[in-house]
């Protein structure tokens, strides 16, 4: 059965840096888009970014852009998410994502349990 | 505040039926861009419900059941179940934003 296994989250200082993985299994992960979503404490769900699966198409929410790269590496079935000057708007549980449809209208169709990042002094 | 507009919260006795809304506008809904729709028990992952506007995935009851019609969509929820509580969310893409977009979520309650 299709499992994302979200990994890589923590407390970390402002303005520092995190790496995000997410072990995907069970599906032919090279041929599905995959995604980031996150949700703050007590908030709604923000979608965050997605690679296309063969990895060369990416795009990400204006909230995290320049500061936040996705990436995938289909021979170990694993998509990450590099976050770079985090903020305590960061802050929240990532899920990571398996996406269907196009890569301009998508849904979400299984997610990882989730990872908590905190961004504090 | 979000894109898509849902009420933050609706309620309903078991057996009812209750409905969702989900409100968008010309660059989303309206923009003939899908609507789907996640159920999201506090402290664990959302799971998709209805996809591409009416489609329910494998497994998935037949008391749930969406819609759209213009720029808004809705969901609706037959023989209303103590285990239906959580939180309901709706979800598209935005042409203008080129991003995709939740709405605020809502939060079901059964009496």
């Known amino acids: 059965q299709v499992q994302l296994v979200d990994s890589g989250g923590g407390v970390v200082q402002p303005g520092r840096s995190l790496r995000l993985s997410c072990a995907a299994s069970?599906?032919?992960?090279?041929?599905?888009?995959m995604h980031w979503v996150r949700q703050a404490p007590g908030k709604g769900l923000e979608w965050v970014a997605i690679?296309?699966?063969?990895?060369?198409?990416?795009d990400y929410a204006d909230s995290v852009k320049g500061r936040f790269t996705i990436s995938r590496d289909n021979s170990k079935n694993t998509v990450y998410l590099q976050m770079h000057s985090l903020r305590a708007e960061d802050t929240g549980v990532y899920y990571c994502?398996?996406?269907?449809?196009?890569?301009?209208?998508?849904?979400?169709?299984?997610w990882g349990q989730g990872t908590l990042v905190t961004v504090s002094s | 505040q979000s894109v898509l507009t849902q009420p933050p919260s609706v309620s309903g006795a078991p057996g009812q039926r209750v409905t969702i809304s989900c409100t968008g506008s010309?660059?989303?809904?309206?923009?003939?861009?899908?609507v789907h729709w996640y159920r999201q028990v506090p402290g664990t992952a959302p799971k998709l419900l209805i996809y591409?506007?009416?489609n329910r995935p494998s497994g998935v009851s037949d008391r749930f059941a969406g819609s759209k019609s213009g720029t808004s969509a809705s969901l609706a929820i037959t023989g209303l179940q103590a285990e239906d509580e959580a939180d309901y969310y709706c979800?598209?893409?935005?042409?203008?934003?080129?991003?995709?977009?939740f709405g605020g979520g809502t939060k079901l309650t059964v009496l």
């Open positions: 069970g599906f032919g992960f090279s041929s599905y888009g």
């Open positions: 010309r660059s989303n809904i309206g923009a003939d861009c899908d």
């Open positions: 591409r506007n009416n």
């Open positions: 979800q598209s893409y935005d042409r203008s934003l080129s991003a995709s977009i």
């Open positions: 690679v296309w699966y063969g990895g060369s198409y990416k």
């Open positions: 994502v398996r996406g269907l449809g196009s890569y301009d209208d998508f849904w979400f169709d299984h």
